[in-house]
């Protein structure tokens, strides 16, 4: 039964302070009552903590979207995070795209060239799709979860503390209006009791009210006092929390430059990569022109993996590496040898000569010239051709 007394008074008396900061707040927006204004600082305070959440948010939800552009994945694992569990692992599309060169090339024929073109650039595809993913892991660990933290906790926090901090305010406003409302009725009825009344029995009742009046004066002043010392108090610790906003800033400055080194790596990483296929691959005949007719792309191989000699070796892609020992011997050797040409080539300019597949052609090293490149005779026509399309002849 006390149990039961003591709870319908706690529930009466929230009922009441809830009932006065409506009132309160009220009579504020539509000018009836005075508000107690914050000081600048922690206005300024307040305004930059709702600038970083706001800006926290978009940047993180932003870069969840860069990392992960397809919505139903995102979805997918917000889920099993909530779930606490693991999302599966699943095949993301530079390494679907070179899972399907690779069958492609392996269903053409390892021993054609685009047969072994298409393995070479599966492989890479898919070497890019494994540092996709590592970037993807290494970003969610190193930005994306601080950020996380501070939205789903210190602001929290900071939110939570500052509506407290609102409620006091609005209760230290109430306590002003009813002591401001008290000291009047106190001053009217002054004015009334030192008035010359006639008969006892009003001025005994002037003097009750007069009384009740003053007692209700001194009850609202000492509720004023313990509204303010409650609203200084929750004004202090919301000013403390939001101090450490600048301390935020710097730890999310240190997840930035993470953030940047994993994308750095991830890039540098791509572009090796791309730049070993190139060596592997040479270049494309420069007959070929994209849709917006851009120049052909010149020859740019790589003498340590380029196919030139009678004693190529096959990598287990499936393509021809050169043996160093043949292209030294011939850049250093002053004679002739006969090479056959692997792919077709077309002359960039007149200084170069023009090959056709399967053709045998007289090749020399000239002093001074390129490393990637030799100087081809047919017949009297002469000219600089790549190496990486010709195979020598014994």
């Known amino acids: 039964m006390n149990i039961m007394d003591f709870n319908v008074k706690k ?31 922690l206005e300024n305070l307040l305004s930059k903590a709702e600038c970083t959440k706001i800006w926290t948010e978009k940047i993180m939800k932003q870069t969840e979207v860069l990392l992960q552009p ?35 090339g392996t269903e053409f024929g390892p021993g054609t060239a685009y047969g072994n073109a298409l393995i070479k650039c599966g492989e890479t595809q898919k070497r890019i799709g494994t540092a996709d993913r590592e970037l993807i892991q290494t970003s969610a660990l190193n930005f994306l979860t601080p950020l996380r933290n501070f939205i789903e906790g ?9 509506k407290l901090l609102q409620n006091k305010r609005l209760d230290l ?141 096959t990598s287990t892609s499936g393509l021809v590496i050169a043996s160093p020992s043949n292209l030294i011997d011939l850049k250093e050797c002053s004679g002739s040898r006969k090479a056959r040409v692997l792919y077709d080539y077309d002359a960039a300019n007149s200084s170069e000569l023009s090959l056709l597949a399967d053709e045998v052609i007289t090749v020399f090293s000239v002093v001074g010239m390129d490393s990637d490149w030799l100087m081809g005779e047919r017949g009297n026509q002469k000219g600089r051709v790549p190496i990486t399309y010709l195979e020598l002849l014994n």
């Open 173 to 313: 406003d109430a306590a002003k209006t009813r002591l401001k409302k008290a000291k009047a009725a106190e001053t009217r009825a002054s004015q009334l009791n030192s008035a010359r009344l006639e008969g006892d029995n009003i001025m005994v009742n002037f003097s009750y009210m007069l009384n009740f009046l003053h007692v209700k004066w001194l009850k609202s002043e000492q509720e004023l006092r313990i509204t303010q010392s409650e609203f200084d108090r929750q004004a202090e610790i919301t000013r403390l929390l939001l101090e450490g906003i600048s301390s935020t800033h710097a730890h999310h400055l240190r997840c930035l430059n993470d953030f940047v080194e994993a994308q750095m790596t991830y890039y540098a990483q791509c572009y090796q990569y791309m730049l070993d296929l190139q060596k592997q691959l040479g270049s494309f005949p420069s007959s070929y022109h994209c849709n917006n007719n851009q120049t052909p792309v010149a020859p740019i191989p790589s003498a340590s993996s380029n196919v030139i000699g009678s004693s190529a070796l």
């Open 70 to 104: 397809n919505p139903n994945a995102r979805i997918e694992e917000f889920v099993y995070e909530k779930l606490d569990r693991k999302a599966p692992t699943r095949i993301n599309n530079p390494e679907l795209l070179g899972q399907y060169m690779i069958d492609a």
């Open 11 to 41: 529930l009466a008396a929230d009922a009441g302070t809830f009932l006065s900061r409506a009132v309160q707040f009220t009579e504020e927006k539509l000018g009836q009552a005075e508000k107690t204004e914050l000081d600048a600082h």
């Open 154 to 162: 210190d602001y929290k926090t900071i939110a939570k503390e500052r």
